[in-house]
């Protein structure tokens, strides 16, 4: 059977870490700057585009410095042997399959690295900015580093998972180093009336979006591909009763 046959329907990835450490909705990060520090807030033309149409991207969202550190994790993480294929669907559905989503992922619960603790450190700033800006109810943030090897790709799907599923908001930091066009690699957000949206990974660039909005695709990428991907949730609702 042709692999199309699989990739034109919307599927839906698997549910994550097995033990995702979740910071906690009080949880205050060791932050980096001390109190009367400054940090960086988050761009509000990202919380802008969010507000108008669900979606949104900016540029420089960690530093240059920071992207390279990122950068070199993930490649040694590679190299080391520990990422592994990632998976789609839930239960005993679970499976690789590599014609459908061709990535390599690492989960990122504890952080060992001073680039790790600074990178979540900056999503949770931005968890904060989201709540304020957006009323948006996020309680933690769960992440993996990805490698997309040439050739690989990830068909169209949503983030959000049927049923037990908390992801709020998805976003995805590149830490490619000089992307263009003809490398591949991009991520085709299908935004319904407005026809699709399409984000080269350029490396410090961070893509946000409803996860239970849009169906999004990753195209076939010809150079290795790298990113770090996750999802703002919120509490379930079970939590509550
Ligand atoms: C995902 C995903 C997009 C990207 O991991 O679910 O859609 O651009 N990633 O890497
Ligand atoms: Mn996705």
């Known amino acids: 059977m042709a692999p199309e046959e699989k990739t034109r329907k919307a599927s839906q990835d698997s549910a994550g870490p097995q033990k995702p ?10 932050g980096q700057e001390g109190q009367a520090g ?7 033309s990202l919380i802008e585009q969010l507000a108008s149409r669900g979606y949104g991207s900016v540029d420089d969202f960690v ?28 239960g005993s559905q679970e499976r690789v399959e590599p014609q459908v989503r061709g990535d390599f992922i690492a989960w990122l619960s504890e952080p060992e690295l001073d680039a790790e603790q600074r990178l979540l450190s900056r999503l949770e700033d931005l968890r904060v900015d ?3 800006g957006l009323m948006a109810g996020l309680e933690d943030f769960q992440g993996h580093f990805a490698v997309y090897p040439p050739g690989a790709a990830y068909a169209r799907h949503i983030d959000r998972l049927v049923g037990t599923d908390v992801r709020a908001i998805s976003v995805a930091l590149y830490l490619n180093e000089a992307w263009s066009e003809a490398d591949g690699g991009i ?6 009336a407005t026809g699709p949206h399409d984000v080269l990974p350029v490396g410090g660039r961070l893509v946000a979006f409803l996860s239970d909005r849009f169906e999004h695709e990753v195209l076939p990428s010809r150079r290795e591909r790298l990113s770090f991907t996750g999802w703002f949730r919120r509490r379930p609702l079970e939590g509550y009763v």
């Open 187 to 192: 991520l085709r957000i299908h935004t319904g």
């Open 21 to 30: 450490s979740s910071p906690g909705p009080d949880s205050q990060g060791p």
């Open 130 to 132: 989201l709540n304020r």
């Open 38 to 44: 400054r940090r960086p807030a988050a761009p509000a």
């Open 63 to 90: 530093d240059a410095r920071l992207v390279e550190d990122l950068r070199t994790r993930c490649q040694s993480l590679h190299a080391s042997g520990n990422l592994r294929p990632a998976r789609i669907g839930r």
